[in-house]
T-cell receptor, first 116, second 111 residues
């Protein structure tokens, strides 16, 4: 596997279910990100982890719970979601969560989530 | 202040045409301006990027023009091909490394 991988690629869940999204990066990066992509809207940054520490929570509802056990893995735990949470959830990684030359973000293919 | 405004929302050109996508920002502290290309079923991929001390950057058929005083930048695709049909996002990065994205432009290049 190379780059940033995400599983599952598609997920359908009811509002009372609990599920988790998984992201793994094979780039040796130290920062990982969760974004939400809805149709016709800009990508919305949800969470940032830098060296396994959460450095940003962009006012995300508590029904989304991130977990970063190490610099290569990132999870997004989902519970009691709403239909408006249906979207493409993208994971990204970069060398560090800061500015600077060469600190580009690399994205995974995303998980298409549908909440019924 | 943290917004990036992108236009047009969609664009259709003939093969060989030069589509132009425009973005505007307010925050003068942004220090890096990347463009991402996204195909259906894929995540965004970095296409080309520019820093505010440069007015133009060219990589292959893709060119970024940057106007610092107007706080605007644009992507030009020379000799566009049907394979360039995708959604294009501009973004601006603040000094903390956070990317602010535009709304995206769906480009369709007709054969």
């Amino acid at each position: 596997e190379t780059g940033v991988t995400q599983t599952p690629r598609h997920l359908v869940m009811g509002m009372t279910n609990k599920k988790s999204l998984k992201c793994e990066q094979h780039l040796g990066h130290n920062a990982m990100y969760w974004y939400k992509q809805s149709a016709k809207k800009p990508l919305e940054l949800m969470f940032v982890y830098n060296f396994k520490e959460q450095t940003e929570n962009n006012s995300v509802p508590s029904r989304f719970s991130p977990e970063c056990p190490n610099s290569s893995h990132l999870f997004l735990h989902l519970h009691t979601l709403q239909p408006e949470d249906s979207a493409l959830y993208l994971c990204a990684s970069s060398q560090e969560a800061s500015g600077g030359t060469g600190n580009e973000q690399f994205f995974g293919p995303g998980t298409r989530l549908t909440v019924l | 202040q943290q917004q990036v405004k992108q236009s047009p929302q969609s664009l259709i050109v003939q093969k060989g045409g030069i589509p132009i996508i425009n973005c505007a920002y307010e925050n003068t502290a942004f220090d890096y301006f990347p463009w991402y290309q996204q195909f259906p079923g894929k995540g965004p991929a970095l296409l080309i990027a520019i820093r505010p001390d440069v007015s133009e950057k060219k990589e292959g058929r893709f060119t970024i023009s940057f106007n610092k005083s107007a706080k605007q930048f644009s992507l030009h695709i020379m000799d566009s091909q049907p394979g360039d049909s995708a959604t294009y996002f501009c973004a601006a990065r603040n000094q903390g490394g956070k990317l602010i994205f535009g709304q995206g432009t769906e480009l369709s290049v007709k054969p």
